[in-house]
């Protein structure tokens, strides 16, 4: 009995001495923003690898978690994870240099456009210049990686440089005018009247990550009423929000769709969200006095949808 008592004991301090480890702060490090910081995200130093993987306990079936990065006394979104890297392999394309197998950690935010906006307008000097393909600033801004607590870290800027036009950089990068730019550039001749669009029903839960687009026009759903409502928003995360309904359409719609137009383009948003009504109103029940289709088994027959356009 007092043997199992003791080896009890025994397990309970292992445990929670790897609790108090776990609890400690990861040490900070420095990262100097360049292309894939403003994209994707970034690599830790390896030299951070060992305690970043006890600390969040990365192994075969938990690779990623969710975090927050404190921006500006805000946080936002994030994503750490163990990526394993084997170079072994004689795919076609493939290097001969032989790289050592290795885990890489990174921190990842490609899917938070809120999070991507909100770092390019804190580096807007290192965001422009990578605006242009193999550009090589000679200075170069420095941020500090702080580990808060838990899964909670903060991004210290250590060295900006700062401008007259950065007010106006950050400007445009608010109305998604570098996007533009940069796809006039890479698209000659190929002009899109939309910048960007949902290719399917989005639900509710994820509009606050849609937030910063611009120029929009949207669909909301209820599917419970089977109700459709049409609406244009300057800034979509102003005018749709979970929980707020429209004139004509309850709060507790669920799902949407966005179709965000090109800044060339903008002029026509009150026109597009007219036309989008008076299509879909043609087609379904609606309050413009406009005959629809009435019938339940109707089937759109086109073969070829052509898609960023």
Same mark, same amino acid.
């Given at each position: 009995?007092? *043997?199992?008592?003791?080896?009890?004991? !025994?397990?309970?301090?292992?445990?929670?001495?790897? $609790?108090? /480890?776990?609890?400690?702060?990861?040490?900070?490090?420095?990262?100097?923003?360049? &292309?894939?910081?403003?994209?994707?995200?970034?690599?830790?130093?390896?030299?951070?690898?060992?305690?970043?993987? +006890?600390? $969040? &306990?990365?192994? +075969? %079936?938990?690779?990623?978690? !969710?975090?927050?990065?404190?921006?500006? &006394?805000?946080?936002?979104?994030?994503?750490?994870?163990?990526?394993?890297?084997?170079?072994?392999?004689? %795919?076609?394309?493939? =290097?001969?240099?032989?790289?050592?197998?290795?885990?890489?950690?990174?921190?990842?935010?490609?899917?938070?456009?809120?999070?991507?906006? /909100?770092?390019?307008?804190?580096?807007?000097?290192?965001?422009?210049?990578?605006? @242009?393909?193999?550009?090589?600033?000679?200075?170069? @801004?420095?941020? *500090?990686?702080?580990?808060?607590?838990?899964?909670?870290?903060?991004?210290?800027?250590?060295?900006?440089?700062?401008?007259?036009?950065?007010?106006?950089?950050?400007?445009?990068?608010?109305?998604?005018?570098?996007?533009?730019?940069?796809? @006039?550039?890479? @698209?000659?001749?190929?002009?899109?009247?939309?910048?960007?669009?949902?290719?399917?029903?989005?639900?509710? +839960?994820?509009?606050?990550?849609?937030?910063?687009?611009?120029?929009?026009?949207?669909?909301?759903?209820?599917?419970?009423?089977? *109700?459709?409502?049409?609406?244009?928003?300057?800034? $979509?995360?102003?005018?749709?929000?979970?929980?707020?309904?429209?004139?004509?359409?309850?709060?507790?719609?669920?799902?949407?769709?966005?179709?965000?137009?090109?800044?060339?383009?903008?002029?026509?948003?009150?026109?597009? *969200?007219?036309?989008?009504?008076?299509?879909? /109103? =043609?087609?379904?029940?609606? &309050?413009?006095?406009?005959?629809?289709?009435?019938?339940?088994?109707?089937?759109?027959?086109?073969?070829?949808?052509?898609?960023?356009?």
């Amino acid at each position: 009995m007092l *043997e199992t008592l003791l080896k009890g004991k !025994e397990v309970t301090a292992i445990l929670l001495y790897q $609790f108090q /480890a776990n609890m400690k702060n990861l040490n900070p490090f420095y990262v100097v923003p360049g &292309n894939t910081f403003f994209y994707w995200g970034f690599t830790i130093p390896k030299n951070h690898n060992a305690d970043f993987i +006890d600390f $969040f &306990n990365f192994k +075969d %079936g938990s690779l990623t978690q !969710e975090i927050l990065i404190k921006i500006n &006394n805000k946080n936002y979104p994030a994503k750490i994870g163990r990526s394993h890297i084997n170079n072994q392999g004689t %795919g076609k394309g493939r =290097s001969d240099i032989i790289y050592p197998e290795r885990y890489l950690i990174r921190i990842m935010y490609k899917h938070s456009q809120e999070t991507l906006k /909100a770092l390019r307008k804190l580096f807007i000097y290192s965001y422009a210049t990578t605006l @242009e393909k193999n550009s090589k600033p000679k200075l170069k @801004e420095t941020l *500090e990686f702080i580990h808060v607590k838990d899964n909670q870290f903060r991004i210290k800027p250590i060295s900006r440089q700062e401008s007259d036009f950065d007010q106006m950089l950050r400007f445009m990068e608010d109305k998604n005018l570098f996007a533009f730019w940069k796809q @006039e550039k890479t @698209e000659k001749n190929k002009e899109k009247i939309f910048l960007d669009f949902s290719k399917k029903w989005i639900s509710v +839960d994820k509009a606050k990550d849609y937030a910063l687009r611009n120029n929009c026009i949207y669909l909301l759903y209820d599917s419970t009423k089977k *109700e459709i409502y049409v609406g244009k928003a300057n800034e $979509f995360g102003k005018r749709v929000k979970k929980g707020q309904g429209r004139i004509g359409l309850s709060k507790d719609w669920d799902k949407f769709m966005y179709f965000e137009l090109n800044p060339t383009y903008q002029v026509l948003l009150e026109q597009m *969200e007219t036309f989008s009504m008076r299509l879909i /109103a =043609s087609i379904l029940e609606n &309050n413009f006095n406009i005959k629809e289709l009435k019938d339940d088994k109707i089937k759109l027959v086109n073969l070829q949808l052509k898609n960023n356009k």
